[in-house]
């Protein structure tokens, strides 16, 4: 199995196991975790499992991670309205990150879960190639 | 091309390009070699939906997602990976994967995904097939009663195929089995069958040569040809006989008669086995999935009759198998023996011995049997299979003594003749009339007076003495398929005569 899937596992096992813990439990099951990822040799994949925790922790408490793309740093006023606009489809919390791309030419790519919202130039473009090659 | 019609040209493609904000699913590959990507995210993809791989330099791959898994989805790429690496986007595309079908297909070689690969320009055509199609179901069908003449006499008359039929032909490699599948691909010419030889994990030269032989014989102009090579992946390898069928349902649909070649479905199961074992299903008998047999089972029941309400279209399946050392009861032969209406059985053994087709006629059976016959063979060919059974039984016991009674070595005589008889040449399909009076001539008995080293010589004279004084017979034949009692008597009658003008056994060994 490749490190991705691994990453998803022990992230899940380890938010699992400490769901529910008070102060001390937490400390061992913390202790237990780590002495099985050196025990493993997984300790260089400790950056990815907490990303995907975090996002475990976002999605067990109803909330969605979403990252918009752009070329330009967006107004806090673009990105409110991009935040009720997930608001609105997912019925969730939305936590917004946002993130420069010089590679989208121009406009904004939303990505949420595993959903893409395309409005970037490149995308655009890359339809019409599409197309006119049909 | 002027400036101003580019212009024009181009301006009416863009009036019709809107952009759409629209949501998509995405997800990345997480492993990727050997044709197959792990991919993670896609949460709501379908089963055998259609992916587009987007590779570091923007282009597109498309690929088919077979395994759907807790966290990932197995997948099988269609074409060239070697551009994809890990990370890369994959999109969902919400379609089942089709092929081109239509008028515009056939004359050509295309691949498993209908693209030409015959450097004659690109097909033009709107109309498109799932690959994968339930098959029609009883109430569609009818049963089969028309004859696909294959030209091979000795099928035609003992083992009679007919349209809608799925026939086996089974055998070692080199004993003839794409020999005859051409050939039967060959006698379709002016019979409104449309032919497509599916060639799964062949080597390319031999493609070469069967396309140039067809082109000769002008085969080529009812006959579309699926390559997946041997140099190809597994999963177009995999893919190449769903397409084919579909191109064929497209005809049949249309109330037209189809017959579909799989050449070879030996090598379809080991690419399939390999497309399984890397997406880690579990391996059973001989390291076949637990979904072989319905991999072929499939596959081979969409050949149909249809019923006349849905236009009486047809589609007949030739599927090939290739056995190792004349090994039937290995699993992928027990399969198709068991899901096909008969086999077709060449032996090694009868190949070098001269009879081609080398086919085993004790083995080889056709289950719909003389439904699938003119009458005119029907009636001629009754007593032949009963000949060779009786001979070859007798066969085995006469090389112990010579004193046999007279009865058993007329017995021996005929059926040394009707084995002469029944052998032909290669890319010499015959027509049915020629068939049915050279077999009315053995089965009655009128050459047992004939040396059978002449045998080959007569047969010849034969055809074009029948040719050029009885060819209303022949076209009475051909016409009400039908053998008149009036033709009948002229037919006996002009083999006497010729019977009389050649030297007879008796005189030889005076001699």
């Given amino acids: ?134 | 091309m002027s400036y101003e019609y580019l212009v024009k040209s181009l301006q009416k493609q863009l009036s019709s390009f809107e952009s759409k904000g629209q949501e998509e699913s995405v997800g990345e590959i997480i492993e990727i070699g050997d044709g197959i990507a792990k991919i993670s995210g896609l949460s709501d993809v379908m089963s055998s939906e259609m992916l587009e791989f987007e590779t570091g330099h923007g282009q597109m791959v498309y690929g088919l997602a077979l395994n759907l898994e807790e966290y990932s989805v197995g997948a099988i790429i269609l074409g060239e990976y070697g551009d994809l690496k890990e990370g890369d986007r994959v999109r969902r595309t919400k379609r089942i994967l089709s092929v081109p079908v239509g008028e515009a297909i056939i004359g050509r070689v295309v691949n498993a995904l209908g693209e030409p690969v015959d450097g004659k320009g690109p097909i033009k055509t709107n109309d498109f097939y799932p690959v994968e199609k339930i098959a029609s179901g009883v109430i569609d069908r009818q049963s089969v009663r028309q004859p696909l003449q294959t030209g091979i006499k000795v099928i035609d008359s003992i083992i009679p195929i007919g349209k809608g039929q799925r026939e086996l032909i089974i055998g070692d490699r080199q004993t003839g089995k794409t020999a005859l599948a051409i050939d039967t691909i060959i006698n379709q010419k002016g019979k409104d069958v449309k032919c497509i030889y599916v060639a799964i994990g062949q080597k390319e030269s031999k493609i070469a040569r069967i396309v140039a032989k067809l082109e000769e014989t002008g085969a080529m102009e009812y006959t579309t040809v699926v390559l997946a090579g041997a140099s190809g992946s597994a999963p177009l390898a995999y893919l190449a006989p769903y397409a084919g069928v579909a191109m064929g349902e497209y005809f049949m649909d249309k109330g037209q008669h189809v017959l579909v070649v799989y050449d070879d479905l030996s090598k379809h199961a080991v690419a399939y086995r390999q497309i399984s074992l890397l997406l880690k299903r579990p391996p059973g008998r001989e390291a076949y999935p637990g979904d072989v047999f319905y991999l072929h089972s499939r596959l081979l029941e969409r050949a149909a009759k249809l019923s006349d309400k849905l236009g009486g279209g047809s589609l007949t399946a030739l599927p090939i198998i290739e056995t190792q050392a004349g090994d039937i009861s290995a699993y992928i032969p027990t399969n198709v023996i068991s899901i096909t209406d008969g086999q077709i059985f060449l032996e090694t053994d009868l190949f070098y011995k001269g009879i081609r087709p080398a086919l085993n006629a004790g083995l080889s059976v056709s289950r719909v049997g003389s439904a699938a016959q003119i009458k005119a063979m029907k009636k001629v060919a009754g007593k032949l299979k009963l000949d060779l059974a009786q001979f070859r039984e007798l066969e085995a016991f006469a090389q112990f003594g010579s004193d046999l009674d007279e009865g058993t070595k007329q017995q021996l005589e005929r059926g040394v003749r009707v084995t002469e008889i029944l052998k032909q040449g290669q890319f010499r399909p015959l027509a049915q009339s020629l068939q049915v009076a050279i077999i009315y001539a053995v089965s009655n008995g009128y050459l047992d007076k004939v040396p059978v080293a002449n045998l080959a010589a007569f047969e010849s004279s034969l055809f074009t003495k029948l040719e050029a004084e009885a060819a209303e017979i022949l076209a009475n034949i051909e016409k009400t398929g039908e053998l008149s009692a009036d033709d009948e008597t002229k037919l006996k009658k002009m083999i006497i005569e010729l019977v009389d003008l050649e030297p007879k056994v008796e005189e030889e060994k005076k001699k």
């Fill in chain 1, 1 to 134: 199995m490749k490190d991705k899937n691994k990453v998803k596992i022990l992230a899940r096992s380890i938010y699992l196991a400490s769901q529910n813990k008070t102060h001390r439990d937490l400390e061992t099951v913390a202790a237990n975790f780590s002495g099985y990822l050196k025990k493993h040799h997984l300790e260089k994949l400790i950056p990815e499992i907490l990303t995907e925790l975090e996002n475990i922790y976002l999605a067990e408490q109803g909330i969605v991670a979403a990252q918009v793309s752009s070329t330009q740093k967006l107004s806090d006023t673009t990105l409110k309205h991009i935040e009720t606009l997930l608001h609105s489809r997912s019925g969730k919390k939305v936590q917004i990150k946002s993130v420069l791309d010089q590679e989208l030419l121009g406009g904004v790519s939303i990505r949420y879960n595993d959903k893409i919202i395309d409005l970037s130039l490149k995308n655009q473009l890359h339809n019409l190639t599409k197309q006119l090659n049909n």
